[in-house]
Structure formats: C-alpha cells, structure tokens
C-alpha cells in the first residue's frame, strides 16, 4: 500500500468514525429528551455516555441552595464522591457552577470533601465539567473523571457541552412533570 493510499485510508476512517459518533451523540440526545423521570435520564446516560467520552467515574451534581448535591454517579470509584456536598464555588464542580464555564483536565482532587478520609486513595487526575444550565437558572454540572493526567480532548470538551445542554433541557422537563403532578 502506497504512502498516498494509506493516508487516504485513515482519512475515510476518521471521517467514518466522527460520523459514528456524532450519531450516537444524537441518538443518546434523543434519549434522553424522551426520559420520563431523572432515573430514566441518568440510566440512559450510564449506558451511551462512556462510548462518546471514556470516563472512570461521572457525577451530575444538581444545585441545591448554595451547594451541588451528587444526584447521580456512575463508574468505579463512585464511593468516593457519594457523600459529596459542594458549595458553590468551591473546588472544580462548584467553580464550574459559580462561573458557567466548562472546566478541560482539571484535578479531582480540589473537590471539597473529596479525599477527607486518609484511608481513601483514588488514581483519578483528570476531570472534565460542563455547566448544566438554562436560560433561566444554574442547575447543576456533569462531572467526567479519568486516570490519567490530561485523558480529555477538545472534543470530549465538545461533545459534553452539547450532551450538557440537551440534559440541563430534560432536567428541566422533569422537574415540571414532577411539578405538574
């Protein structure tokens, strides 16, 4: 095979991979906006979420007052973030809701309460966050969080920010369901 057909190769290869991609972004997009309750919203996002950006841990914390509150979690060392209480503003999560920016490898560790217990260790040391919001109002923020050092592209980057908004649009719904009833 020639340097020129090689090439040729991998191009149609990545064009076919984004492509699969960004239908499965649509499709789990798709899923979630026809989500009854938020456990239906956080099942969905367990399962298709991991193929469109790896992740060893995600939480989607919710804003409760002046804090975050986890409202889910999913992935490996999920118990070290279950108790989780994040004031606004405070570590990588609450820095994220207090600002409305996305926040590419930052340390998991700044998390407040994250590593209080010395017995606890986690190898995590990247964190990928998006702002959850509406036009309105600050919901919340997705958290992915990864091994190693640097693990999140541009394009995770990406790909969350657009998940972010079509989950912060099916919180929303839900919530109305909820106050409706």
């Known amino acids: 095979m ?13 064009i076919a991979g984004a492509d699969h991609q960004e239908r499965a972004l649509a499709d789990l997009t798709r899923t979630i906006a026809g989500c009854e309750d938020r456990a239906a919203i956080f099942a969905a996002l367990g399962q298709s979420l991991r193929g469109l950006v790896p ?14 509150i986890r409202e889910s979690l999913d992935g490996g060392d999920y118990r070290l973030f279950a108790s989780l209480e994040i004031p606004i503003g ?20 700044v998390e407040p309460g994250y590593l209080n217990d010395p017995a606890r260790f986690s190898a995590l040391r990247s964190a990928l966050a998006v702002p959850l919001e509406s036009q309105e109002s600050m919901l919340g923020v997705l958290s992915l969080y990864r091994t190693e050092r640097d693990a999140f592209s541009p394009e995770h980057l990406t790909r969350l920010l657009s998940l972010g908004a079509a989950l912060a649009r099916a919180l929303l719904l839900t919530a109305d369901r909820v106050g409706a009833e």
Request: aromatic share 6%.
């Open 2 to 14: 020639t340097s020129a057909s090689r090439d040729l190769l991998n191009l149609h290869n990545s």
């Open 55 to 68: 992740y060893e841990v995600m939480a989607v914390y919710l804003c409760r007052g002046d804090r975050l």
């Open 90 to 109: 405070a570590g990588l999560s609450g820095w994220v809701a207090e600002n409305r920016k996305s926040s590419i490898n930052g340390n998991p560790a």
